[in-house]
């Protein structure tokens, strides 16, 4: 059975750095799937923040996040992570991990497309 768990989350001030960690279990998911990183937030659509191919040759940023969020992962962990720096207020919502298959050199843009889900993480910025 395959679990992605995410951790990380909290209460920051605006500016602040977090990391948030997806440590998948069950199959070698870090290596073998594109991870990308949702977020939603109080009455909004769930989007892309992040993502990065299986190979890690091709990523993802949505424009809000570029510059100030990094996505990278450890293979030998099968842990993905987000390095969130320069934190805004309009970054505040549940951050979730997912995984998609049959995606070796691209990033999904669609939740569709990811077969596996983390139970989520609360960021929450103030200002």
């Known amino acids: 059975q395959v679990q992605l768990i995410e951790s990380g989350g909290g209460l920051v001030q605006a500016g602040d750095s977090l990391r948030l960690s997806c440590a998948a279990s069950?199959?070698?998911?870090?290596?073998?799937?594109?991870i990308g990183w949702f977020r939603q937030a109080p009455g909004k659509q769930r989007e892309l923040v992040v993502g990065i191919s299986a190979s890690a040759g091709s990523t993802y940023y949505t424009d809000s996040v570029k510059g100030r969020f990094t996505i990278s992962k450890d293979n030998a962990k099968n842990t993905v992570y987000l390095q969130m720096n320069s934190l805004k207020p309009e970054d505040t919502a549940v951050y979730y991990c997912?995984?998609?298959?049959?995606?070796?050199?691209?990033?999904?843009?669609?939740?569709?497309?990811?077969?596996?889900w983390g139970q989520g993480t609360q960021v929450t910025v103030s200002s």
């Open positions: 069950g199959r070698r998911i870090a290596s073998t799937y594109a």
């Open positions: 997912a995984a998609a298959p049959y995606s070796a050199n691209t990033v999904p843009k669609s939740g569709y497309a990811y077969t596996y």
